[in-house]
């Protein structure tokens, strides 16, 4: 038996190896045709990938759980080395903020009177989905989050996301309960803004580095260092004044902002539920036109 | 004398450790850490775990499976779908055809092998994205994660020597 079976073998082996030959390449090709159909923006693809990360969100939900929990722990015991000192910052923060809550009040009110006075439509209400981080890029390719919130939570493609500082970004991809975010400074990241004092609009790219890309503005426009840029609401889908960032460095290769956005500390964001009557399709974004009209009054 | 059900559940178990463990890996390097910048430079366990075990167990991380491992790290992260299962089969390929070198050598030629097939991943992970979005990216976060796969690569050399000596001396 012993010898047959080694004839066998000595056949079958070069017959084994050319398989595996083929095989290896076949997945190459395969890899490299996903690469293409991807490129192409075919359908079937992201529904596979929003598929899958609705699969894995809850995982990693999971996962980062305990990450979390040690996060605040440490932070904890940070805090309790200034307790005092940050206690009567605060209080002073404090004095100084209700001074300012007075006349922002005061401010809102005469606003409000000539908005009347005039017949301005005022903008609607924003209401925000508070969605946990549950992923981030990973890698050094793409600038993205994972959120455990999806279509079944109101999030649509084309929302903006902001953290408590600033804008963080938009939602590429939704699933049924997860969320891809293209923060700011991707490569693929496109945002209306305007600069807030001079109303200077323009378009903030993301090109992959830390600091986006502030370009289309007017050619006239006077821009400094350290003037704040905010969204501008062009296009509809983004509410106008959320702050970004502020402009961090004019050069001849163009101006660049530096976000206002804690990128370290995105545990939980906002997702914004935000659509002008008449300008977004309920199939955009459903579910919440009437309660966005709640204040409209 | 067939090896009993039980024997060979058991050997399944044990030869999917390799890729449970990479499967962990993956979803490891995408969880928040909260360090500024670490997101963009995470060392890349998943192509540290397919080296390694390319090496010292190919036929537990056959193409097949670096090929999943990849569309994994590609839904995980939202690059490009298929990259990392290119890269993973890149090498898978190399690291197959060359594990003579390998095998049975002082650690620090594994470390160095590691060394040149990850700056030659790194730079060819470069060009296709650059192809693919049809953009210059900065080539520095690429280098940066590279540098830190590489300062990370003995820990886990070390880990997965560990699992190989006490799960998988059968298989």
């Not at chain 1, 192409?40 to 979390?68: H, W």
């Not at chain 1, 600069?195 to 378009?203: A, D, L």
């Not at chain 1, 260092?225 to 106008?240: E, F, K, N, Y």
């Not at chain 1, 001849?252 to 008449?278: C, N």
Request: hydrophobic fraction near 50%.
């Amino acid at each position: 038996m012993a010898p047959r079976q080694g004839k066998v073998f000595k056949l079958a082996w070069p017959l084994k190896t050319i398989i595996q030959r083929s095989a290896f390449l076949a997945l190459i090709s395969l890899a490299i045709a996903l690469l293409f159909i991807g490129k192409a923006n075919i359908g079937v693809v992201e529904k596979m990938r929003t598929s899958a990360t609705d699969f894995l969100a809850p995982i990693l939900a999971t996962i980062s759980e305990p990450v979390d929990a040690f996060h605040k722990g440490v932070a904890r015991v940070q805090k309790f080395t200034s307790l005092i000192e940050e206690n009567e910052r605060l209080r002073e923060e404090n004095a100084r903020l209700l001074k300012w809550q007075a006349a922002g009040r005061t401010l809102e009110q005469e606003n409000e009177n000539f908005r009347q006075l005039l017949n301005a439509l005022s903008d609607p209400l924003v209401l925000p989905i508070t969605a946990r981080v549950v992923g981030d890029a990973g890698g050094p390719f793409v600038r993205t989050l994972l959120l455990n919130s999806g279509r079944r939570d109101g999030v649509r493609v084309g929302q903006a996301v902001v953290a408590p500082l600033g804008l963080v970004g938009r939602i590429a991809d939704v699933g049924e309960r997860s969320a891809r975010v293209l923060l700011l400074t991707d490569l693929n990241s496109r945002i209306p803004v305007v600069m807030e004092k001079s109303r200077h609009k323009g378009i903030l790219i993301g090109d992959n580095s830390s600091m986006p890309l502030l370009d289309f503005l007017p050619t006239n426009a006077k821009v400094a260092p350290g003037d704040r840029v905010v969204t501008s609401g062009d296009g509809g889908m983004l509410p106008a004044g959320r702050p970004i960032g502020f402009v961090s460095s004019i050069s001849d290769r163009g101006i660049r902002v530096q976000a206002f956005a804690d990128w370290t500390r995105l545990e939980y964001v906002s997702v914004l539920r935000y659509d002008l009557p008449g300008m977004s399709s309920p199939d955009m974004n459903p579910g919440d036109l009437g309660e966005s009209r709640l204040d409209a009054k | 004398m067939s090896p009993t059900l039980a024997y060979q559940f058991n050997r399944l178990l044990r030869g999917s450790v390799p890729f449970a463990i990479t499967v962990l890996l993956a979803l490891m390097s995408v969880v928040p850490i909260g360090i500024a910048g670490y997101a963009i430079v995470t060392p890349s366990f998943v192509a540290i775990s397919v080296f390694y075990w390319s090496i010292h167990r190919p036929y537990l991380m056959a193409p097949p499976i670096c090929f999943v491992l990849g569309l994994l790290s590609d839904c995980l992260t939202g690059a490009p779908l298929g990259l990392s299962s290119f890269l993973y089969l890149m090498i898978h390929a190399i690291a197959v055809s060359q594990r003579r070198i390998f095998i049975g050598k002082a650690f620090v030629l594994t470390w160095f092998g590691f060394f040149l097939i990850g700056f030659l991943i790194a730079i060819l992970s470069w060009i296709i994205v650059c192809l693919y979005s049809l953009a210059l990216l900065p080539l520095t976060p690429i280098l940066v994660q590279y540098a830190l796969s590489l300062l990370v690569f003995p820990l886990f050399a070390w880990g997965f020597g560990l699992l190989q000596n006490n799960l998988l001396r059968l298989t």
